[in-house]
């Protein structure tokens, strides 16, 4: 198990940026993936991007060429610097670590990203 506080969201308008963080309550070395997901109203959550161990990234079509995932093990944290925004970005964005055959992995609570002008 492992504790996950994210943080970074907000309102930015079309074209902003905004950096979220994941900060982890135990070492993320030895976790499979981490991942990012989002959930707009009236949607299916999506997975946005994830990282794994061996530092393999992977993206939604949607956000190809806008987002970043990277991590940083020294801090326990990953991140997902969106840019260029748009109004279809705003949803709720979770952080989830994926443990493999450990277990369903664990969630953070979510933080709101809001696109408008």
């Known amino acids: 198990q492992v504790q996950l506080v994210e943080s970074g969201g907000g309102l930015v308008q079309p074209g902003g940026s905004l950096r979220l963080s994941c900060a982890a309550s135990?070492?993320?070395?030895?976790?499979?993936?981490m991942d990012w997901y989002r959930q707009a109203p009236g949607k299916e959550r999506e997975l946005v991007a994830y990282?794994?161990?061996?530092?393999?990234?992977n993206y939604a079509d949607s956000v190809k060429g806008r987002f970043t995932i990277s991590r940083d093990n020294a801090k326990n944290t990953v991140y997902l610097q969106m840019n260029s925004l748009k109004p279809d970005d705003t949803a709720v964005y979770y952080c989830h670590a994926d443990v493999g055959a450990y277990g369903p992995g664990d969630w953070g609570q979510g933080t709101q990203v809001t696109v408008s002008s």
């Open positions: 135990r070492s993320i070395f030895s976790i499979n993936a």
């Open positions: 990282i794994t161990s061996l530092g393999r990234t």
